[in-house]
């Protein structure tokens, strides 16, 4: 058995020392406290004793004072002024007769002073007659005096024994509690685990340990016990969460796959419902130069039946019939253009002017099939950006259907597509003549399936992944709200173009 | 006038008839040894001087010896002194003294123990009748009648008064120390003439001690008090003479418009009679001392008198007789009185017939 020796004051624990410490603070405060009780006590006590001198030299003196003021009676004057000025707790005596000579003084005007003065009568003939007045002054700061002497006295009486109480209590609870726990502390801090089990110290603590410390032991002893169980019990729930986490992971990454496809597919899916509205258009756009074609086609077979033909106008009807093919195929590639899958990774150094003549072809026959002016102003000179060429464009296809919805019922419809450099950033507008979008939806239009158009015309989507496109190229799309129109506008970064062309021809 | 006043003084200087001595014829004192008396009084003021120097006269012509002590003021003071003289190998062959605030019995006690004589002056032992013979060492009591001594000085004080047309007496009254029975018995006079005369209202009477320390704030004080005072009884010429002297300093002309006897008929206080400053002082017991002398003396040669009791009669001096006292009295006196002719055991044919203007 290991023995914790004992060490005295010096060497004291910091929670004896502590103990001690707060004894002497404690017993300090109440003893303070309680003197100021006592000797608040004292002090109206001590001016109780004053006002009953006060009192009992009234009901003492008052006849032989007045007796000997009534007869002049000097010498007795004189007597009872030295013998009232002889009394402990008083300081000032004057005794007045009523004509006027006095002896004593009168007491100073101090708050210090307390003074008590008595009217002096004396029965004569029947009629109690006023002969002077005994004025009586005890100088209260001798009780102050006396009350600080017995504050030193208490307090150095309570300061000592509080001192004397502290360390008898250091020592008692060095003996009886502050070397047990150190045993107790030792005991704990050997405790090791070995093979997922709590080991004991190879020593135990003295039997003499009793009561509540006791106690202390036994728990150690069986928290020992319990923190081997439990540790056995981590080991395994460790192992479960490993595995569990494994699988986890694995999971989440699936997830994250399939959500980048669906994304993927939504975003292609609004971009194919945004060239289906258009579809009817392209369609006819096609048709038309079709039908051109095929008069042609017819002309020439007239031609070639007719006696008159001539080689130039066979040469004029084939030119206007392959420029109408060329043209056929201009809307074909923009729309093929606009359709195609962008690839995932890298960004593509593109001229926005493209795009948006493509887009413009898709949509110019839609718009002109419902008398809808539609201006287009793209500058000649090409502005650049890194982009996915497809995905502008969707946005752009977006925001001129939208537009259309918005002014197709409208009278004197008009929609018109810009497209500006300002401040290093392509600026692409698209405004209409629309009634506007009400200022109660402003914040909800980019939310994504939040559509005002009827069931079934719009997916909800355009918008939402228009701002989403935009913010992937480090661009914005916003309403223009200074604008007395509707105006969508979009900004991307200008870079500089690789293959600049100018299609002003 | 003056023949009367002679007659008279004599007749209060004596006080007593001759009847008096001469009852036992028995010789008790040594014939070649003087007879040695110590007085022993309360204190030595004025009265006790003149009184002394009177008695001193007396007992050189009578080949007396006589010691005076006094208790400075302290009756116990003078117990313890009376026992000193009768313990000593000197001792006395009388004790004569003076009852102060009743001492008197003990003092006598205390001498009879030691087989000394006793003889009373100027303040009664106040014994009950028949009391004396209880004290065989008790040779008797010479006293002022003191009731007659205030009862006189009223009347001196009104008659003087209405001698200057005021209607109205208007009095105060500084006694002498009220333990004394002298003060007490001046007192029941003072009041026994204020009942008598209506034309008196006595405001107030007060006490002092017999040396007047505190008199004239005394009588400033009562001033204050009773405006309209115009008397002033005094217990003795020593009050009354510091009542003049503080009079004198306030707004008072004396013997116009305030009025001032005492007791006593001391020099001092005939010298103010002289200068208008006092209008009486009532007296004949300063002699008190000389006269006791020759009843001792004759004591001594002739044995035990019959009486143990002789009454000092107290006239008023007043300006009119103040001059022929004056000369009985005076110190400086060049023909003073012959006390030796007064003794019957010196001129058994003597009638006590005291006539001192006649010397």
Known sequence: MKKISFRMFGSASPLSKKLALSIIIYSSIVAVFVTFIQLFYDYQRDIDDVNLTFENIEKSYHGITATALWHVDLEAVQKIYHGLEALPTIDHVKITFAEGPVTGKDPPQSAAIAVHTVNLYYQHDGQARYVGELTLGSDISRIYRNLGKKLLLILFAQGTKTFLMAIFMLFIFERLIMQHLRSIAAYARQMRIENNKVLPPSWTISNDVQGELKDVVQALNEMRLNIGRSYEELERAEHQLRVLNASLEEEVQKRIQENEKQQMLIQHSARLSSLGEMAGSIAHEINNPLTIIAGYIRIIRQHLKSEHLSPEKLESFGEKAENTVRRITAIISGLLRLSRVDPANGLLNYAINEILWDTASICREKFASRGIKFDVEIPSIHICTACRPAEIGQIALNLLNNAFDAVKNMPDPWIALTLDEQDGKAVVAVSDSGPGIPEAIRERIKEPFFTTKPYGQGTGLGLSISHAIASEHDGRLYLDEQSPHTRFVVELPVIACVTPIDRSS | ?359
Do not use: C
């Not at chain 2, 008839?17 to 010789?27: I, T």
């Not at chain 2, 004394?180 to 007192?187: E, H």
């Not at chain 2, 006897?261 to 206080?269: A, T, V």
């Open chain 2, 1 to 359: 006038m003056k023949q009367y006043f002679s007659l008279l003084l004599i007749f209060v200087l004596m006080g007593w008839s001759p009847h008096v001595f001469g009852a036992n014829a028995k010789p008790l004192g040594s014939p070649d040894k003087p007879i040695r008396v110590a007085l022993l009084i309360d204190k030595m003021d004025m009265f006790w001087t003149h009184f002394v120097r009177i008695m001193n006269v007396a007992a050189n012509q009578l080949k007396m010896d006589v010691q005076v002590y006094h208790g400075h003021e302290s009756h116990l003071a003078m117990i313890q002194k009376a026992e000193q003289l009768a313990l000593s190998p000197d001792r006395p062959d009388v004790l004569m003294f003076k009852s102060f605030k009743g001492n008197g019995p003990q003092i006598m006690q205390m001498a009879a123990r030691h087989q000394v004589k006793t003889f009373a002056v100027n303040a009664s032992l106040e014994l009950k009748p028949g009391e004396a013979a209880a004290w065989p060492h008790l040779i008797g009591e010479l006293l002022p009648d003191d009731v007659q001594a205030g009862y006189e000085l009223v009347k001196a004080l009104r008659a003087e008064m209405r001698n200057k047309n005021i209607a109205h007496v208007h009095l105060i009254a500084i006694n002498g120390d009220q333990a004394d029975s002298p003060a007490r018995l001046r007192a029941i006079g003072l009041r026994r003439a204020v009942s008598e005369f209506k034309d008196i209202t006595l405001h107030q009477v007060i006490a002092d001690a017999w040396t007047a320390p505190t008199a004239p704030e005394q009588f400033e004080l009562l001033k204050k008090r009773y405006p309209m005072i115009n008397a002033v009884w005094a217990g003795n010429d020593a009050i009354a003479l510091r009542v003049v002297e503080k009079a004198k300093t306030m707004d008072y002309v004396l013997g116009q418009n305030l009025f001032i006897g005492g007791i006593d008929s001391s020099p001092e206080g005939l010298a103010a009679i002289k200068k208008r400053e006092m209008v009486t002082s009532v007296g004949g017991h300063i002699l008190d001392g000389a006269r006791s002398l020759i009843v001792l003396y004759d004591y001594f040669k002739l044995g035990q008198f019959k009486e143990k009791l002789w009454m000092t009669p107290m006239v008023p001096v007043t300006l009119a007789n103040v001059d022929a006292y004056r000369r009985i009295i005076d110190p400086q006196s060049s023909t003073p009185v012959d006390f030796t002719q007064y003794s019957k055991w010196l001129h058994p044919k003597a009638s006590y017939d005291f006539n001192f203007l006649k010397d």
